[in-house]
T-cell receptor, first 114, second 114 residues
Framework: AQSVTQLGSHVSVSEGALVLLRCNYS??????LFWYVQYPNQGLQLLLK??????LVKGINGFEAEFKKSETSFHLTKPSAHMSDAAEYFC????????????FGTGTRLTIIP | DARVTQTPRDKVTEMGQEVTMRCQPI?????VFWYRQTMMQGLELLAY????????DSGMPKDRFSAEMPDATLATLKIQPSEPRDSAVYFC????????????FGSGTRLTVV
């Protein structure tokens, strides 16, 4: 069965500092991996996805993530945090066609300190 | 931008009443998901459809929940009778078949059962 573990339910960084949100996955087959962002009282918005092409994936709003098979990780980073990045971030894993349901992690709430 | 439309946005109902939530997927998307989000359980998959056929509804309490796609432009999630523990935000998401495409989420229906 596929699963995702997000380390740290809350992360605080100063404006302008590096953002690092951690995600480790478990999957019996090569996975598809996603990061979604959720702003208060809104739905989930896709930030980026890994689908077995390049291991370094660039997404919207300056975020990127690197797929590391040896570490079963897919950490999300942004070089310089902005106040507008404050939100909840979810890592998700899916397998292939026929079992493409998303399994989400428990989320990481990102707070930006002015 | 194309979007997934969910109605109603908010619903307050009394215990025992029937609740119906509706979702209009993005035109052309053939895969539709229903997720429930709570503080305690996070994001849980309730059911999903491909080409209007249910593929997996193992996450849904069968005795009170039902999910259908009467046509390609409408997905419904019904709870009868509703209970306070059903209070949650219910999200619909749609996409093309195959996880590598990613999925677009609606803004959700916030259900409160009193």
């Amino acid at each position: 069965a596929q699963s995702v573990t997000q380390l740290g339910s809350h992360v605080s960084v100063s404006e302008g500092a590096l953002v690092l949100l951690r995600c480790n996955y478990s999957s019996s087959v090569p996975p598809y991996l996603f990061w979604y962002v959720q702003y208060p009282n809104q739905g989930l918005q896709l930030l980026l996805k890994y689908t077995s092409a390049a291991t370094l994936v660039k997404g919207i709003n300056g975020f990127e993530a690197e797929f590391k098979k040896s570490e079963t990780s897919f950490h999300l980073t942004k070089p310089s945090a902005h106040m507008s990045d404050a939100a909840e971030y979810f890592c998700a894993v899916s397998e292939d066609f026929g079992n493409e349901k998303l399994t989400f992690g428990t989320g990481t709430r990102l707070t930006i300190i002015p | 931008d194309a979007r997934v439309t969910q109605t109603p946005r908010d619903k307050v109902t009394e215990m025992g009443q029937e609740v119906t939530m509706r979702c209009q997927p993005i035109l052309g998307h053939n895969t539709v998901f229903w997720y429930r989000q709570t503080m305690m359980q996070g994001l849980e998959l309730l059911a999903y459809f491909r080409n209007r056929a249910p593929l997996d509804d193992s996450g849904m309490p069968k005795d009170r929940f039902s999910a259908e796609m009467p046509d390609a432009t409408l997905a419904t999630l019904k709870i009868q009778p509703s209970e306070p523990r059903d209070s949650a935000v219910y999200f619909c998401a749609s996409g093309f078949g195959g996880a590598n495409y990613g999925y677009t989420f609606g803004s959700g229906t916030r259900l409160t059962v009193v």
